[in-house]
C-alpha cells in the first residue's frame, strides 16, 4: 500500500525534528541575503569598492580558489566545537565582510575583504549540512533537507527582486545598501540559529547529552574510506551539472543559438521558482516511494542528462522563432530542474548519513570539495569546449552525469544500510562509533597533534 503525506511533506511515520523549523528558515533568511548579491556579483563589487572589473573579477577568482584551503580547518572544528558553533563564527565572519565592502576602496583592502568572507563561504555548506546530521536522523535528514533547499531557493529569488528593487530606486547607493543588507540577513539568520537545539536523537550518549568527540586521526580515516571518496567523486561530476545553468546555459544561448539574452533570466527564473515551490513536494514522493539515495541521486543525474541531450538537440536544430526556443528551453529547464530536486537532498543526506559521527565534519569538509573544485573548473572548461563547438560541453556533461550515476549504483553496496536507506531513527546500543563499519579501525593521535 502506497503511503500518503500531509502538506508538509512529512509522510506517516515520520516525526518532527525539535524546533526543525529553525533550520528551513535561518537558509531562507540566509538565501534573501545570498541573492540580493549573486545575480549582480561583479556590478555589486565594482560599485561598491570603486575597482575596474577585471580587478574585481580576478579578486574574486583568486580569493575564491584560496578559501578553499579553509575546508580542512572547518571540518576540525565542526568536530571538535560542533556545526553550530562554527556557523556562529562563519556568520559573523559574513557579517563584518559585507558590513566592509562600501569602505574597502583600496585593492588591497577588497582582496582581504574577499579572502576572509569567501573563506566563510566556502565554509559554510558543510557546517550547515553538519548540523542537519546533529539534529535530525534516518527520514528526517531527507525532509529536513528538502525544506531547507526549498526555503533557501526561494529566499534567493526574493532577494535578487529586493536588490534589483534597491538599486533601482537609489541608484548606485543602492548596492552599498544591499551590501549592508546582505550584512543584516547574516545576522538575523545567526540570531534565529540560537533557537535550535541541537539533540542527539541516537547514538551512544543519552539524548541531548554531548556524544564524546574524537579528533585525533584526523583526515586519515575520511582518505581511507574508499566508498565514501566515491561518492564524493561522484558529486564532483554531478556539480559541474550544477554549473551548467549559471555559466554556461546563458554563452550557449547567446554564442550558440544566438537567441534573445531576455530567455536566460527567464530560465533562471523558472529554475529558482519550482525549486522554491516544488522542492518539499518531489521530496516527499522520492521518500514516499521508499527510494534507496544511491538511486535517487543516480535518478536526478539521468535527468541531468536528458536535459543536456535535449540542448544538443537544439543546438544542432537552432530554431529561428523565439517562440518554438523558448517553448523548448522551458522543457528542458523542467527536466533539469526535477533532478536538481532530486538528486540534491538524496545525494547530500547520503554524504551526511555515511560519514562517522564523530568526525562527520571532517567528512562533509572533504565532500565540500568536490562542489568548490567543480566551480573552480566549470568556466574554463566549459568555454574551451564552447570553443570548438557549442554542443560539446553538453556531450562532456552527458558522459560525466551518467558516470556519477554509475559510480553511485556501483559503490551502494558497499556503504552502510542507514546511509543508503531513509530508514526511521532507531534507538542505539552502546557508544557511536568512530569507523564505519566498512573500514579497519584507525589508530587515533594525541588531541590537536593534526588535522
Not at 77 to 99: I, N, P
Not at 346 to 366: H, Q, T, W
Amino acid at each position: 500500500m502506497r503511503r500518503q503525506h500531509g502538506a508538509d511533506g512529512r509522510v506517516p511515520g515520520e516525526r518532527a525534528v525539535p524546533a526543525e523549523w529553525v533550520l528551513p528558515l535561518t537558509a531562507a533568511v540566509n538565501g534573501v541575503g545570498t541573492g540580493m548579491y549573486v545575480p549582480f556579483t561583479l556590478v555589486f563589487f565594482h560599485a561598491v569598492t570603486g575597482l575596474s572589473f577585471p580587478a574585481v573579477g580576478a579578486v574574486l577568482t583568486a580569493t575564491g580558489l584560496a578559501g578553499i584551503g579553509v575546508l580542512p580547518l572547518a571540518g576540525t572544528a565542526v568536530d571538535r566545537y560542533g556545526a553550530k558553533r562554527v556557523l556562529y563564527a562563519l556568520y559573523a565572519v559574513r557579517v563584518v565582510g559585507f558590513a566592509l565592502y562600501p569602505f574597502a576602496h583600496s585593492l588591497a583592502a577588497f582582496a582581504a575583504v574577499a579572502l576572509v568572507t569567501a573563506a566563510a563561504d566556502r565554509a559554510f555548506p558543510a557546517a550547515q549540512q553538519s548540523l542537519i546530521g546533529e539534529v535530525a536522523r534516518g527520514a528526517d535528514r531527507d525532509r529536513l533537507q528538502a525544506a531547507t533547499r526549498a526555503l533557501q531557493n526561494a529566499g534567493s529569488g526574493a532577494g535578487a527582486l529586493l536588490a534589483t528593487l534597491v538599486i533601482s530606486l537609489a541608484g548606485s547607493a543602492g548596492y552599498t545598501y544591499a551590501a549592508w543588507g546582505n550584512a543584516l540577513s547574516f545576522a538575523l539568520a545567526a540570531l534565529l540559529l540560537r533557537l535550535l537545539k541541537p539533540v542527539r536523537v541516537t547514538g551512544g550518549a543519552a539524548d541531548g547529552a554531548p556524544v564524546p568527540r574524537r579528533t585525533g586521526s584526523g583526515y586519515r580515516l575520511v582518505l581511507a574510506d574508499r566508498p565514501f571518496l566515491v561518492i564524493t567523486g561522484a558529486n564532483f561530476l554531478n556539480a559541474l551539472s550544477y554549473s551548467a545553468l549559471s555559466v554556461l546555459f546563458p554563452l550557449f544561448m547567446v554564442e550558440w543559438l544566438h537567441g534573445p539574452a531576455v530567455l536566460t533570466g527567464a530560465a533562471f527564473t523558472l529554475n529558482t521558482v519550482l525549486c522554491a515551490v516544488a522542492g518539499v513536494f518531489v521530496g516527499a514522493r522520492v521518500r514516499r516511494a521508499g527510494a534507496r539515495r544511491t538511486r535517487a541521486a543516480a535518478l536526478g543525474g539521468s535527468l541531468f542528462a536528458t536535459a543536456f541531450a535535449a540542448q544538443i538537440v537544439l543546438g544542432t536544430l537552432r530554431p529561428g522563432s523565439a517562440t518554438v526556443l523558448g517553448a523548448a528551453l522551458v522543457a528542458v529547464i523542467v527536466v533539469y530542474t526535477l533532478g536538481e530536486l532530486i538528486h540534491s537532498p538524496a545525494a547530500e543526506v547520503l554524504a551526511v548519513s555515511s560519514a562517522p559521527e564523530a568526525v562527520r565534519g571532517r567528512y562533509l569538509a572533504a565532500y565540500q570539495m568536490s562542489w568548490s573544485l567543480a566551480k573552480a573548473v566549470a568556466p574554463s572548461l566549459f568555454t574551451t569546449l564552447l570553443a570548438l563547438d557549442g554542443r560539446a560541453p553538453w556531450a562532456v556533461l552527458i558522459v560525466t552525469s551518467a558516470l556519477a550515476a554509475a559510480l553511485l549504483v556501483r559503490v551502494e553496496s558497499r556503504l552502510p544500510e542507514e546511509a543508503v536507506r531513509p530508514l526511521p531513527a532507531k534507538p542505539a546500543a552502546g557508544g557511536t562509533p568512530l569507523t564505519p563499519p566498512h573500514l579497519p579501525a584507525v589508530p587515533t593521535a594525541p588531541e590537536g597533534s593534526r588535522l
